[in-house]
């Protein structure tokens, strides 16, 4: 989004600094065309929005618009897609520890995924002591995708085909589907080899096919230009579509082929999530400058100390200084609270700076440490700002202690 001093100033004067916005057309175009290059080689392609990413019910409500399911993984996100109105069977639940909202969900009707053999068992019987009612389930498998890395999720081969005979002793289940997620895995290599081994296992376990496979996450998304060069090679939505839906219809040509899904979440939403902040002090200690700001590494996540964040700053009008390199730096009394390492540019006290690229893992991973965090706001289709998230108050944060 462009930002002027005016545009800032009224913002903040409504909804407080700093503040989150959320651009709603810019993230509905991005879902669009991830769907539509993968739909160009293989029309049964869907998105399931991972909540955990950013469960902000404007955002989860966003995605339902473009008829995406919803990826969820704990009760308290079940109960979310169900109150805006995923109905069960467009809902998946993964996630290594579900509790009774798993069971919930699996008699309910949802598209759970077994993350292990113990937990199998227990849906296997909860399927056994209601015989007159037919039940699925999906399996997520563990799988090595050159990751680098043994992931704990999911069962390997061996295993799978213990779950495919467990399966198989219980008249009223059955297996619907396959699902992985291999995360810090993003490069087009790894996403044809996640296919591949995918098919090679529908092959191996279902005598004809699954209803779908499932890929789980972890594509690159749409990046603003100065975040994209700070990663070799991102592929776009065309290279990872030709890796896997282009398989998919290669080797499912027939009409009972199933749906491919994947499970974006910093694909679809972290270049949607503004943050806005202020210059509150600019410092110089030791030869060295700080420019202290009231957001910090909480409020915008873990990115920002990974990479630099796409920075805009927006004069206030107060007398600005050219740095070569000063580190912007957060709210809290965390030494490490450094946002922005080595800033060249002009800034003065006051000044608006704009960090993009902060949908994913921020406000959702938010601790009530030293603030609350502050309100966001959603830019509508419709060209408008309404708010989404109301700042919190010290009073929310210490709801749950007894005094
Ligand atoms: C976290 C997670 C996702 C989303 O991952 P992103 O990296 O945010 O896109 C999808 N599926 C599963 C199972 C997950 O655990």
């Avoid at 019987?125 to 389930?137: G, N, Y």
């Avoid at 410092?283 to 700080?290: I, L």
């Avoid at 009530?368 to 309100?375: E, M, V």
Wanted: net charge negative; aromatic share 12%.
């Amino acid at each position: 989004m462009c930002y002027t001093k005016e545009s800032l100033d009224a913002l903040t004067g409504r909804f407080g600094c700093p503040v989150y916005v959320f651009e709603e057309t810019a993230f509905l175009n991005n879902a669009r065309s991830l769907e539509g290059a993968m739909r160009t080689y293989y029309e049964k392609y869907r998105i399931a929005y991972s909540f955990k990413t950013n469960y902000a019910p404007y955002i989860c409500k966003t995605v339902r618009k473009i008829g995406a399911y919803a990826e969820v993984v704990s009760g308290m996100e079940y109960d979310l897609a169900k109150r805006i109105g995923f109905p069960d069977e467009e809902i998946i639940f993964n996630g290594p520890c579900k509790g009774a909202a798993g069971d919930r969900a699996f008699l309910n009707g949802a598209m759970v995924h077994a993350d292990s053999l113990d937990e199998l068992a227990r849906l296997c019987d909860l399927a056994k002591m209601r015989e007159e009612r037919q039940f699925r389930i999906g399996l997520r498998v563990n799988i090595d995708v050159g990751q680098g890395f043994v992931s704990r999720f999911g069962m390997d081969e061996e295993e799978l085909s213990q779950a495919f005979q467990m399966v198989s002793a219980v008249p009223n289940l059955n297996v619907s589907g396959l699902h992985c997620h291999i995360s810090r895995c993003r490069s087009k290599a790894a996403w044809q080899r996640r296919m591949e081994t995918m098919l090679v296992l529908a092959d191996r376990f279902f005598d004809k096919a699954p209803a779908y496979i499932d890929l789980g996450s972890g594509m690159f998304g749409s990046m603003d230009p100065a975040f994209a060069a700070q990663f070799d090679h991102a592929p776009s939505y065309e290279d990872y579509a030709g890796v896997t839906a282009a398989l998919m219809a290669e080797h499912y040509p027939g009409k009972d082929a199933p749906w491919l899904i994947t499970e974006p979440g910093t694909t679809l939403v972290s270049r949607f999530v503004d943050c806005i902040s202020s210059v509150q002090a600019i410092k110089t200690a030791r030869g060295h400058s700080f420019a202290v700001l009231d957001t910090g590494v909480h409020m915008l996540g873990e990115t920002c100390t990974l990479k630099q964040l796409p920075v805009r700053v927006v004069p206030c009008g107060n007398p600005q200084h050219q740095f070569d390199a000063v580190d912007l730096t957060g709210y809290t009394c965390l030494e490490q609270d450094v946002v922005y390492k080595d800033f060249s540019g002009k800034l003065a006290v006051g000044d608006y700076v704009v960090f993009g690229n902060v949908g994913g893992y921020s406000n959702v991973l938010k601790p009530p440490f030293i603030l609350p965090n502050c309100a966001m706001i959603a830019h509508t289709e419709s060209d408008e700002y309404v708010l989404v998230k109301r700042a919190e108050t010290g009073e929310d944060l210490l709801q749950t202690y007894i005094f």
